[in-house]
């Protein structure tokens, strides 16, 4: 019994380092984790705001990760204290798992970061951390930068979360993004998009993931006005193959901090 315990360990093991292998050679599509943090209130901000612009950017910058986006959230309240969320770009499933390794054994990481990375138990940076890691779509192999010149705090970076019912409903809203069209339409119409991933792991799956970028809320307005009235959109969404695949859709309202790449 043992025996056939170890044979079956074994061969897991293989198997997750074969899955990881075939992720980590797959040199066309990126990855991306995307950390959302939460918090109790302003100073864990204001500490996580200047251990993410003078010590995590520039340390992931000098192991080679750049075009790292931080955004905040559009909120109504100014009490609101709203979540902070970083996006970061990545070659291959390799460069995630040793990141936080690189990071540990950086002089400038633990120089500038030292405030959060020492912090007590009982005045922690940030309430929670949230990681999502995600694989680019075929469409959109690579991230693209978006080309916005109005003032940052008036930008809207909408972040979206597709969420299906079953995982075989999930790889079919995957594939209107791709052999549908819908990825080739947000272009045509000009909306920015950051990137479309699949969710390798994360709080909702099912669900992909994707990022379009607008100059300000009339312009993502307006936007969605010409998606929804285009003739291909309503062609896309009636074919019987694509039906029912998406069982919430939840977006949210971003803009870009000052120290973000883009």
């Known amino acids: 019994m043992k025996t056939m315990f170890r044979i079956i360990s074994s061969l897991s093991i293989i198997l997750l380092l074969g899955v990881s292998n075939s992720y980590s050679q797959d040199?066309?599509?990126?990855?991306?984790?995307?950390k959302i943090y939460s918090f109790d209130n302003e100073n864990q901000v204001k500490t996580t705001d200047a251990y993410l612009e003078n010590a995590f950017l520039p340390t992931l910058k000098e192991i080679g990760v750049s075009t790292i986006g931080v955004f905040k959230e559009h909120t109504e309240q100014d009490s609101i204290i709203g979540k902070t969320y970083v996006l970061i770009p990545l070659r291959s499933l390799d460069e995630f798992l040793s990141m936080e390794s690189k990071l540990a054994a950086n002089d400038l990481h633990g120089n500038k970061g030292s405030d959060y990375l020492k912090a007590a138990h009982d005045n922690p940076p940030y309430k929670r951390i949230e990681s999502i890691l995600m694989k680019a779509f075929v469409d959109m192999p690579k991230m693209a930068v978006p080309k916005l010149e109005g003032p940052r705090n008036e930008r809207i970076y909408e972040l979206r979360?597709?969420?299906?019912?079953?995982?075989?409903?999930?790889?079919?809203?995957?594939?209107?993004?791709?052999?549908?069209?819908?990825v080739p339409l947000f272009d045509d119409l000009g909306f920015n998009a950051v990137f479309y991933g699949e969710v390798l792991s994360g709080a909702n799956m099912p669900n992909l993931m994707y990022m379009t970028t607008h100059e300000n809320i009339e312009a993502q307005t307006a936007n969605w006005k010409s998606f929804f009235d285009s003739p291909i959109w309503n062609k896309l969404k009636v074919r019987p193959e694509y039906q029912n695949n998406v069982s919430k859709n939840t977006k949210y309202m971003l803009y870009p901090t000052e120290y973000s790449d883009y």
């Open 161 to 182: 979360s597709y969420e299906s019912a079953t995982e075989q409903l999930y790889v079919n809203k995957v594939d209107m993004f791709n052999a549908g069209g819908e």
């Open 27 to 34: 040199g066309n599509r990126e990855f991306y984790q995307l």
